[in-house]
């Protein structure tokens, strides 16, 4: 039975920014107009910002290890992969955990956590790169722990989904996925240009122009950041009772059918997206190594952040089936584009096909993941053959919070295969373009699995509230 909300309640949610907020209802309009909004919007914004710097640490290497050469580390290209690679790999999986962390220890105090946690990765590298003589292996180890930034996402987006009613859910989610994305353009805008200003220490090389390079100032300005976040959000968070979920009552997320086809599915879409952001800056150095504006890089990110909102909205306009298929094609397009401008040494070509690429990512990261409660809130429904009762709509959002953490990682993981793709590439060949075919096949499959379980007539027929549903 729902406790009725007194005047004061409805003013302040009990536990309100001390604590633990324990009746929290959302999907009650009087509640959430009264209440639930204003709470839910704030807790928003600095979830952002905390998803937001965690993305930053966790692609900061793609910046940094262009530049390790001419700041004297003697690394192979293969090396410089793998600094790049390590981090994506660790943050896939410590998504599984950070999800878990939400239900343990409560949204707000696990962003603080999880935040002030930036500051050992960022300290490491600083360290490294303002040693000359720092191991290759050390460079590792930073790189693991940069990993912490990866597993921010995860818990994130498991944490807002509790906040927001059913018909707010999937821009709520949108905005917090793409405003977490937009942290690796930030990075990759910011770093070259943060790196030329010689703000303290001594610079650790310079570029073929001539300019001073002053690494250490990209980890230490994310150390800073980090800080601010935790702060912010020890100060403005709120811990819902409602997440609170046993690890026991969250496993039955991994019995479902399609918690596990959405994950292959994410991996074409998000893993697309954040292996090209960790390898484009080596790969446009590895095929065009006159190029020297490397912050142009920043832009791809930036275009699949920003469309992943326009994913969503189409998802919810349309279904999301169609849309992610749809960008499946589309990203082949921009790999047969990539390959032609490697072929040709079109540099235009090259770097329009790449942002085609990234678009079309952010389109599908945004119509599948949205897709995601959607078939959860429809599954409950078919079972209970009825509309869901109160109950069953809090353990439905409890089992997409749990699946939304598998899911993340494991499409996270995709952008792991992405990076050793293009390392495997480039060691035996020199060049990227068999990777970049490899990826066209991965896509063509990716778009079969997406047509079969969702758009093919006979499933359709079958169950039309699973079919990627729009609701």
């Not at 004297?72 to 896939?92: D, H, R």
Request: hydrophobic share 50%.
């Amino acid at each position: 039975m729902t406790t009725t909300l007194t005047q004061s309640t409805a003013e302040k949610p009990t536990g309100a920014r001390k604590g633990w907020i324990s009746d929290w209802r959302p999907d009650d309009e009087a509640f959430w107009q009264s209440t639930g909004r204003k709470v839910a919007r704030r807790n928003l914004l600095w979830s952002v910002v905390a998803e937001h710097l965690g993305f930053s640490v966790w692609v900061m290497f793609s910046i940094v290890a262009p530049y390790l050469a001419a700041s004297g580390f003697e690394f192979t290209t293969s090396q410089l992969f793998w600094l790049t690679a390590v981090p994506n790999l660790v943050g896939s999986f410590l998504r599984i955990p950070y999800t878990a962390a939400v239900a343990i220890f409560g949204g707000r105090n696990w962003t603080i956590i999880s935040a002030a946690l930036l500051v050992i990765p960022t300290s490491l590298l600083a360290y490294c790169v303002m040693n000359p003589g720092t191991p290759y292996w050390l460079f590792i180890v930073a790189g693991v722990t940069a990993g912490f930034g990866g597993g921010n996402f995860a818990s994130s987006m498991a944490n807002i989904s509790f906040f927001y009613p059913e018909r707010y859910r999937g821009t709520a989610l949108g905005v917090n996925a793409a405003g977490g994305n937009i942290g690796v353009p930030a990075v990759q805008f910011i770093g070259p240009f943060a790196l030329a200003v010689g703000i303290f220490g001594v610079s650790q090389g310079t570029t073929e122009t001539g300019t001073a390079i002053y690494l250490h100032n990209v980890p230490l300005m994310w150390m800073v950041l980090g800080l601010f976040a935790a702060l912010m959000a020890w100060r403005y968070m709120d811990n819902l009772a409602v997440s609170r979920t046993p690890i026991k009552e969250q496993l039955p997320a991994l019995a479902r059918k399609h918690t596990w086809i959405m994950s292959v599915l994410y991996i074409g879409t998000f893993g697309s997206f954040i292996g090209y952001s960790f390898a484009f800056p080596l790969v446009i150095k590895i095929e065009f190594p006159e190029f020297q504006s490397l912050w142009l890089a920043a832009l791809g990110p930036l275009v699949g952040s920003l469309s992943r909102p326009v994913g969503g909205y189409l998802a919810d306009k349309w279904a999301g089936a169609p849309i992610t298929s749809l960008s499946f094609i589309l990203m082949g397009g921009g790999v047969l584009g990539a390959i032609g401008g490697i072929n040709l040494n079109s540099f235009p070509l090259f770097f329009i096909s790449f942002m085609v690429l990234f678009l079309m990512s952010g389109v599908a990261n945004g119509s599948t993941y949205r897709s995601i409660p959607a078939i959860f809130q429809a599954e409950a429904t078919a079972t209970a053959g009825r509309e869901t009762n109160e109950a069953e709509v809090v353990q439905a959002k409890k089992l997409t919070a749990a699946a939304l953490g598998w899911i993340s990682a494991i499409g996270a993981f995709g952008g792991f295969l992405i990076n050793q793709g293009f390392r495997i590439s480039n060691e035996q060949t020199g060049s990227v373009v068999i990777a970049m075919y490899v990826f066209l096949g991965g896509y063509v499959l990716f778009l079969g699995m997406n047509w079969w379980f969702y758009q093919r007539k006979v499933f359709v027929d079958r169950a039309p509230s699973l079919a990627y549903a729009k609701v």
